[in-house]
């Protein structure tokens, strides 16, 4: 298994360019399987969980074609199969986006039923319940989620989540721009990538308004066609960034970005002494911190509050604050596997229940330390930057799933990492 080796206490410095988001092109790539025209998507960010996602759509019977290295062209013309294996669920959990569009347009899918994960149980009884709503059939066989639409197509209907699912809320969007009549979600997930995923499909001809608020309408239609569309900057590799260019003391312009997607980080950040700036509606300058960090409490929760997908990152900056932060996680039970990998760095930070305890400032060093889902991978990098001496990540393919080149973009920017490759294949067992 590949590692990371980095040598801290590098001030970053210069320009980066920022990604499109994984979040985002997931579900519009599964989008695509809505219609046997060929949809174009720009922006897509070349890491490992797009590259599972295009092996799905190809064993779907899908072509992809990919004119440059960030742009898919997919026709799903000839599905063969309506079918996600457990081979491919278990290594990516967003495979389950499959359901909701062979669902809406041939009327059957069958998808492996994800398990646990490093992160929490995750289960996605809130996304089958939905189909139920809309008419669906949904059983468990063998492992496999198998759902059908009786009469071929599923029928428009309100659907209440009980709490708020990103994908959950992109599954039965999909699923319902092709059925019958009108369906209401209430209490939908409100990220900018169900806007970008909404977005797409209206280009592709559904008729879909409210995303982006708890209330999303959707008029079903006969078909769907051809379109193009780019995909939204990730945010949160934005917000990795900018705890990178704070946590060495350096300087960051962040350009490619949108600042409106992650407000909520910028604000906690700013809070903490964070000098962030708006360059313009894409690009960041970020600097710190003349008058130092000061630790702040923080509370994950859905957009557009604090982002879960930022938590590890801003406790391993909370490390270099002085004071007490307390960091409380809401949306998954288990997202504090970093604590006892800083904790190693030299970090003091006390975990119960949901919330962590971080008390600073320490000094960080170098350590043998262990990634164990990908954003806390991603803290276990930023801590590294500042940490005095080597710190050695291992199991870095878990931040492959979702950060494009991140070697290359840090080492443009001073920071002194290297990839050790490994050549034993991967074995990359855990699905988030
Ligand atoms: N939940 C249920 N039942 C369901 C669905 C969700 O109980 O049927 C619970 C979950 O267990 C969790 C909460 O609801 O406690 C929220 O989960 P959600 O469904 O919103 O998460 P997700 O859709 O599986 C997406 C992102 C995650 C991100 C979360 C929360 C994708 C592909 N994944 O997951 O991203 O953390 O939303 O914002 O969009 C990551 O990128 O590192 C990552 C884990």
Redesign the pocket.
């Known amino acids: 298994m590949d590692k990371f080796l980095i040598r801290g206490g590098k001030q970053l410095r210069g320009k980066v360019v920022i990604s499109g988001a994984?979040?985002s092109a997931?579900p519009c790539l599964a989008a695509t399987l809505l219609t046997p025209e060929t949809v174009t998507l720009h922006n897509v960010p070349y890491v490992k969980d797009l590259i599972t996602q295009r092996r799905l759509l190809e064993d779907l019977g899908a072509t992809v074609l990919t004119p440059e290295l960030q742009t898919h062209k997919v026709t799903a013309k000839n599905i063969e199969t309506f079918e996600a294996p457990y081979e491919l669920v278990k290594t990516m959990?967003?495979s389950v986006l499959a359901l909701g569009p062979l669902l809406a347009r041939f009327g059957k899918a069958k998808v492996s039923l994800p398990g646990g994960c490093a992160?929490?149980?995750?289960?996605?009884?809130?996304?089958l319940k939905a189909f139920e709503q809309l008419g669906a059939v949904v059983s468990l066989e063998s492992g496999d989620v198998v759902a059908r639409a009786p009469k071929g197509r599923l029928i428009g209907s309100d659907v209440n989540f009980e709490?708020?699912?990103?994908?959950?809320t992109e599954n039965v969007m999909m699923a319902a721009v092709l059925a019958k009549g009108k369906t209401t979600i209430h209490n939908a997930?409100c990220?900018p990538?169900i806007e970008d995923l909404a977005e797409l499909l209206n280009k592709m001809g559904a008729r879909l308004k409210g995303a982006g608020t708890p209330t999303i309408e959707i008029e079903g239609v006969e078909g769907l066609y051809s379109a193009e569309h780019t995909i939204i900057p990730d945010r949160?590799e934005t917000g990795t960034f900018i705890v990178a260019a704070a946590i060495t003391g350096g300087e960051l312009e962040i350009t490619h970005c949108q600042p409106n997607h992650l407000r909520a980080v910028i604000e906690k950040l700013r809070e903490t002494g964070v000098e962030i700036e708006e360059i313009s509606q894409s690009s960041l300058l970020v600097k710190c911190c003349a008058k130092g960090l000061n630790g702040k409490d923080v509370t994950t929760e859905?957009h557009p509050h604090f982002?879960?997908?930022m938590q590890a990152q801003y406790m391993a900056l909370m490390t270099q604050a002085t004071g007490q932060s307390i960091v409380t996680e809401t949306?998954?039970e288990n997202r504090f596997m970093h604590v006892s990998e800083l904790f190693r760095m030299g970090a003091n930070i006390q975990v119960s229940g949901n919330t962590a305890v971080v008390h600073g400032k320490t000094p960080l060093s170098g350590a043998p330390v262990q990634a164990s889902?990908?954003?806390a991978s991603a803290s276990l990098v930023l801590a590294a930057l500042s940490a005095e001496g080597e710190t050695l990540i291992d199991r870095v393919y878990h931040i492959d799933r979702?950060y494009e080149n991140i070697v290359k973009k840090l080492s443009s920017v001073g920071a002194d990492i290297q990839r050790i490759t490994d050549n034993l294949a991967m074995t990359a067992e855990e699905n988030?």
């Open positions: 994984k979040n997931l959990r967003a992160i929490g149980t995750r289960p996605i009884d809130l996304h709490k708020v699912t990103v994908t959950g997930a990220e990538e949160i859905p982002p879960t997908d949306i998954f889902d990908l954003r979702g988030i």
